[in-house]
């Protein structure tokens, strides 16, 4: 299966713990998105990156919140010390530089903090 | 920012033809998509749109009129499995490619 991964599928943890995701994009594709998802809303941008730079990260992202992609390849989400409003789906997308860009996502994170 | 509206829930019958409305308010407009997405699944691409007008695609039709800040997205000879979330998605940013989502549009289509 060559589309975007997601690890893991499921985390549930206590509030005030850190959790990281890890995300790999489908193989070609150098734009790597995260988005947050909770119940009947639709994705929230959270963070963007073109290769192994970050080029955009949501206002709505606390300093709790960091993101990587050290080789341009898999990347990572971590947040530190959550709080129970963490809790929501966190979907993750890539694209390609070309085209118009459709966004090819991930299976989710689903996270509960407790 | 960008605002994005559809209606939170449609209702159809197996067989049917519905239209999802989207309107947005947007500066810098560079394209428009529509996502479907089953519950507890992700996002699946079903279209894209930057000039006005329509682009069909089997079953599924998308339209869009830049100057009233209006897509639909059509479907035709509903089937059970179109049952799902719809989502509007704006893009204004060409270089970061990034997609600002509307709520979606749950669909229920019945027997």
């Known amino acids: 299966d060559t589309g975007v991964s997601q690890n893991p599928r499921h985390k549930i943890t206590k509030r005030g713990q850190n959790v990281t995701f890890r995300c790999d994009p489908i193989s070609e594709h150098n734009r790597l998105y995260w988005y947050r998802q909770t119940l009947g809303q639709g994705p929230e941008f959270l963070t963007y990156?073109?290769?192994?730079?970050?080029?955009?990260k949501s206002r709505l992202l606390s300093d709790r919140f960091s993101a990587e992609r050290p080789k341009g390849s898999f990347s990572t989400l971590e947040i530190q010390r959550t709080e129970q409003g963490d809790s929501a789906m966190y979907l993750c997308?890539?694209?390609?530089?070309?085209?118009?860009?459709?966004?090819?996502f991930g299976p989710g994170t689903r996270l509960t903090v407790l | 920012g960008q605002n994005i509206d559809q209606p939170t829930e449609m209702t159809a019958t197996e067989g049917a033809i519905v239209q999802i409305n989207c309107t947005y308010q947007?500066?810098?407009?560079?394209?428009l998509f529509w996502y479907q997405q089953h519950a507890g699944e992700a996002p699946t691409f079903l279209s894209y749109?930057?000039?006005?007008g329509l682009e069909e695609k089997g079953r599924f039709s998308s339209f869009l009129s830049r100057s009233k800040g209006y897509s639909y997205l059509l479907l035709k000879e509903l089937q059970m499995k179109d049952s799902a979330s719809y989502l509007c998605a704006v893009r204004v940013n060409t270089n970061a490619g990034k997609s600002t989502f509307g709520d979606g549009t749950t669909l229920t289509v019945k027997p």
């Open positions: 997308a890539s694209s390609t530089g070309t085209g118009f860009h459709e966004q090819f």
């Open positions: 947007t500066s810098g407009f560079n394209g």
């Open positions: 990156f073109q290769n192994e730079a970050q080029l955009e």
């Open positions: 749109n930057v000039l006005d």
